[in-house]
Each structure stands twice: as C-alpha cells, then as structure tokens.
DNA sequence: TTGTAGGCGTTATCAA
DNA sequence: TTGATAACGCCTACAA
C-alpha cells in the first residue's frame, strides 16, 4: 500500500502497471481494455479498469506503443512553409482526416530546400509513421537521394502520398487545373464575354499551363477568343507587370483578363486601376485560387475555388486507407463568380462543363 | 552471414543492432556515438559505426528513443485552426525554433471547441512531448478541466507554454498590444492627423481594449483626439458596419480611422469607397496586424505589424530553454505605414515610444 | 574506452 | 477469459 499510485496530478505519468495494480488485474488485461483491438474482457473487470485509468489519471504512453506496435499512430506531414495559407489549408484537412482516425500529425517544414526536405523525411521516418505527405512544393520535383529515402520509408511499410503528381510508387491527389479553368472559361463566355487577355506563369509551369490551356478551351467553347497571353508568373508584381504590358499592347473595353491566379489578378486590379481603367466595369477581371484576398478586394474577384482543405484530407485518406481509389483523387474545382466579372448574380457553378445552357 | 542486413531500402527498417553487428561493435558503442551524449568513443570505432549506419540507412528509432528516455523529442502545439495565417506564422516559428533543437512538432487543431482542445492535450500528452504550446485561441481561456490536464502535465516534468497570458505556472508569450498601438498613433499624430474615430472589438476583448488604450493614449502625444469609439468585432462586416455608423454620425475630411484590426479596416475601407469618400485622400485609415490583405487592398492599409512568427519562435524557446527571461516575452511591435495614411513615406516605426522629433 | 545487462511502457503470444 | 512473459528498439548504469 506504500507505493500506490496518489491522487491524479502529482508525480511522473501513470503507466498502465499503475493501472493494472490500482486495479487488481494483470497488465495484459488493462491493456486489452484500455487499447487492445476487440472486446474480450469480462464487463466487471472492464469496468474496473477504466474506473482505475480515469481514477489516477492514465494516458496511454503513444512512443511505448509504438516501440511495441513497431509503428506510430502519426501521420507526417512535409510543407514547404506553413505561413502560406496554401498549405495551412492543406495541413487543415490532414489533421481532420487524421483525427477521424486517431492518428497525430506531426509536421516538418523544408523551406522549399531540397537539402533539408532529405533531412528532414530522414527524421520523420524515424517516427515510424503510418504515413508521410508530401507537400512541401507547389510543383512536384522529387529529387534521386529523397526518392531513395521514400523508398526505404515504403519498403518499411510506411505509405507516401505526394500531392500534385506521382512518385514513383507513392500515391497521389491532383486538381483538376484544367477542368477548373475550362469551367470558367465556360462560364465567363456565357456571361457574354468575348475576348480574353491571360496573365501565366512562365511556360513549362505545370498547373499554369493546365489553367491556361483549360481557361481558353473553356472560353472557346461558347465563341469567346483569347487575344493576348503574357507568360510572368503567380505574383502580384508579376500580374501587374503582364497587364501593364497588355495595356501597352492596347485592350479593348469589354475585354476579360484572366490571371492564372489570385495574386497576379490582384496585380492586374491595381494596373488597371493605375491606367484609369475601371475593373468590374469596363474590363473584367477573374482569378484563380479563391484565396481570402480574392473577397477583399474591390471589386471582389471572379476566381475558381481550389478545395485544399479537400485535397490535405484526401492525401490523408489516401495515406491511412488500404483500399484506395485513385480516380476519387483528382479533385474537381468549383467556379466563383463575384463582381470583378459583372454579368450575373454571384453564384458558384461546378467543375463539370457546364453543358448547353 | 545468413541474416546480415542488405542493401539499403529492402525489408522493414534497420535497427540500431544491424548497426552494431554490420560494425563490429557492441550495441551500446553504437548507440553513444549515433545518439548518445559526448563524445567518448574511439574515433576508429566511431567511423566504423558511421560508415555502417549510412551504408545500411539506418534511422533511429523516435519511439523507441522515446520510451527509453521516458521523454520525446517532440514539442505538442495546439491550435485552433491551422488553415488560418494567424496560427499558421505561430507554427512557422515554432518550427523553425524546433528544428534548431532537433525537435519534431506535433500539431492538433482544436477547431476553437474546449472538448476537443482537453482530448487533445489528453492524447498529446501520451506523446511525452518536451513541451506543449497552447496557442488554441486568440483570447486565452483555460477551462478547469483543461488545466487539470495541464498541471498533470507538468507535474510529470512537461512544459507548457501559453500564448497571450499566463495560465497557472505555465511560462507564456505575449504581445505588446498597447505600446504597438501607442507607437502607431504617435506616429500618425505626428503625421499631422488630429481626430480620430476608432472601430474596435467589443469591450471585454483583452487585445481590443489594449489597443484602443494605447492608441488613444499615442494618439493624444502629440495632441491628437479620438471623437468616436465603436465597438463590434474584428471582422470585415463589423468594420463595415461601425464605419457606416460613423459616417452617419457625421465625418469631416481629414479624419483618420483606426481599425483595431485589418479586417476591420479593410471593411471601413469598402464603407467608405460606397459612401463616395476617397480613403487615403480624404480620410485616413489604418489596421492592425499586418496581415497579408494590409498590402493587397487599395490604398495599401498602415498597420502594426505583429511578429507572429517570432511568438511562435519565444514560446518554442520557452518551452525548451532551461533559463528563461519572462522579460524577453513581451513582444514589441512595429508601425508600417503605407498609403492610406499618407503624410510621409513608406517608414517602418520602431514599438518603443518614438520620443521626441 | 568498450561491453553486458537491466529497464523504459506496451503489445502479443501462449499457457492455464 | 485471464495472466505470465517474451519481445519491441533503444538507453545507461555498472562492470570489465
């Protein structure tokens, strides 16, 4: 009676020996009710346990288990800044997939450096996670020396999910970058618009492409043409820098800039605005991204809906599921009409080409 | 020969033993020179060890070392939403000082639901993290139970750390609020701006109430006055609306309007351009927090800047440093002035009182 | 300086 | 259904 474990709070964490004695059973069997799989525990002793567990204050010492399990209910997560609210909303979803199923996320950032991305994914594996998201690039690039870790990490049998394309054998979710711009192409040229000036990011920038490439099929597909592509980038500096230039090169009212995304439409506004061109009115504007900046700015901005926090929780499926479908990955984008694009009332229209309307 | 571990990246991960045989050594002189403390081992054993742990990959163990040491090295953060900026700079910094310390952070998302946050601490406490960082909510609020969950913490040798204020003997991190606040309507009084209406959060919010103080009390330095004070939140709508009610109450040109946070600003902002007012010319407005819209909305919005990053960076410090100087926790802020309040250039305006000038 | 061996808190196997 | 007991991978006195 010397050694009994006191009142809840006082000295070093109860282990589940503390438990078993507090409660008069053996260790195995505080251990079935407390965190062994099925139900096969005499109710009275059940109830025995968990009264004594609650009593001293027991929580489960997850490094223990896992050293038993040979394997940790964590999730590892790698971002390249988790400041960018880009993959905040992406680590968002991770965490509410991985509290579904009793996993702890822990999270690395790379900085975008190569270097320590392969540091840090060395670390990580050390966890013996269940699984490990990648989403430390808004461009997938996996270098030779962190596949061959990934590999190491799959061949332990620890599961990679790469988000934006493939690696190797890992799994993936994609965006439909392409369906998601056609769809506002679609819907931008039923509202009536029929030129359009696009704003890119340089050639060869994988989802810029597809934007740019989904945006003119879409837009063509009701008689609306694209005049003008500047190629510059995803910034604000460089949006604006592209519409100066398209401004230069002579726009017509009634003309649709589309930027192939948020920021460089938002460098388009303030352009425009300089030049004395009134956006929303005499040139429209859409974005892409439906970033926070996209409502605050004025006027508000026609964009297409990315579903981050959707694309953190399927990678997070994808991570923990053994059936896994891959068709269910590639996210669909949803149109955001507001009043940079006027025309109609505000509404949002789905992914899917939007058929004769 | 039969069981030598092979090549890199084939079968379940490499163990500290694999090491140790592939060596030639004993597990315990591959431990002390992979993880163990000093140095203390011949350096041709300690090369022999190297060469094989590269040459089969090994990684340690984390649970394992964990369990061993009865510590992880892990540091717990809580927040309430990781999607929003706000926590995500916090998490930067307390990455960044994570990674310095060769820590690994775990991170749950309390969604702002004190259940949730007390189960969490309960399951993040079973990790046996070095420390726990409470950064669930803008406005600290520790529960009973929750704090009860805190001190077992503590009493078990954790450390915990909050964000905002003190919660028991919790070490804590916090922001200078007034002076920041203070600085920002010294510096907008000795802009030649001498009325002023402020749009704040309701009476009782701790951060508010300190900004108004000190703004006000900035503000009169240099012989300015504040004429109106509306209480109603931090967001845009209720910006908009007390700006609204402001304009109703009458605002002569000249007037600058301090908005006790960005969103708040922005939402005067688009109050006024409705209301026909031209803000940065006619009337004056400035935010606080320098959050990402401060730059992206026209005219570009003076603010305070709060170094979010680096409060995430003191409270890992905190929660890892044996010494610690509650003084180096006060956070001091900085003026950002930008086009809506104009009278100078671009200046960025130190937190301490500016002094005579 | 190196190795042996016991222990960390859990899980899981196998008798009882 | 229960309870000893051997792992799990690592750390660390203690001994050599």
Redesign the interface.
């Known amino acids: 009676m010397t050694d009994a474990p006191s009142v809840?709070?006082?000295?070093?964490?109860p282990t589940l020996d503390d438990v078993a004695r507090a409660a008069g059973v053996s260790l195995a069997t505080a251990s079935r009710v407390l965190n062994g799989s099925r139900r096969r525990v005499a109710e009275s002793y059940r109830q025995r346990v968990e009264a004594a567990a609650r009593g001293i204050?027991y929580?489960?010492?997850?490094?223990?288990q896992?050293?038993a399990r040979g394997k940790?209910s964590?999730i590892a997560l790698l971002v390249a800044?988790?400041?960018?609210?880009y993959?905040?909303?992406i680590?968002?979803g991770v965490?509410?997939g991985a509290?579904e199923s009793g996993l702890?996320?822990?999270?690395?950032?790379t900085e975008g450096d190569p270097e320590r991305e392969t540091r840090l994914v060395?670390?990580?594996?050390?966890?013996?996670p269940h699984g490990l998201i990648l989403a430390a690039s808004r461009e997938i690039d996996v270098a030779a020396r962190l596949s061959?870790e990934l590999?190491?990490f799959t061949?332990?049998?620890g599961r990679v999910v790469a988000l934006g394309a493939g690696a190797g054998d890992a799994r993936s979710v994609v965006i439909d970058n392409f369906g998601g711009a056609q769809a506002l192409g679609a819907a931008l040229s039923e509202l009536g618009y029929r030129r359009a000036v696009v704003l890119a990011a340089p050639a060869g920038v994988r989802s810029s492409d597809d934007r740019v490439a989904g945006f003119s099929a879409g837009f063509a597909s009701a008689g609306g043409v694209v005049t003008q592509i500047h190629h510059d980038g995803y910034t604000?500096d460089s949006g604006y820098r592209s519409m100066r230039r398209a401004l230069a090169a002579g726009l017509d009212g009634g003309t649709l800039v589309f930027g192939a995304s948020d920021?460089a439409a938002?460098g388009a506004?303030?352009a425009l605005?300089e030049a004395g061109r009134e956006a929303g009115s005499d040139v429209a504007v859409a974005g892409f991204g439906d970033t926070?900046?996209s409502r605050?700015?004025?006027p508000s901005l026609t964009t297409v809906h990315i579903p981050l926090?959707e694309v953190g929780y399927q990678a997070l499926r994808a991570a923990v599921d053994s059936e896994w479908e891959p068709d269910a990955t590639l996210l669909s984008l949803e149109v955001v009409l507001r009043d940079s694009t006027p025309g109609a009332d505000p509404v949002r229209v789905g992914s899917q080409p939007a058929g004769p309307a």
Request: avoid cysteine.
């Open positions: 809840r709070g006082s000295g070093p964490a204050g929580t489960a010492n997850l490094s223990a896992a050293t940790a964590v800044d988790i400041a960018d609210p993959f905040g909303q680590a968002s965490a509410r509290d702890v996320v822990t999270i690395a950032v060395r670390t990580l594996r050390g966890l013996r061959q590999d190491a061949a332990a049998g604000r920021m938002v506004l303030i605005r926070p900046v605050d700015v004025t926090d």
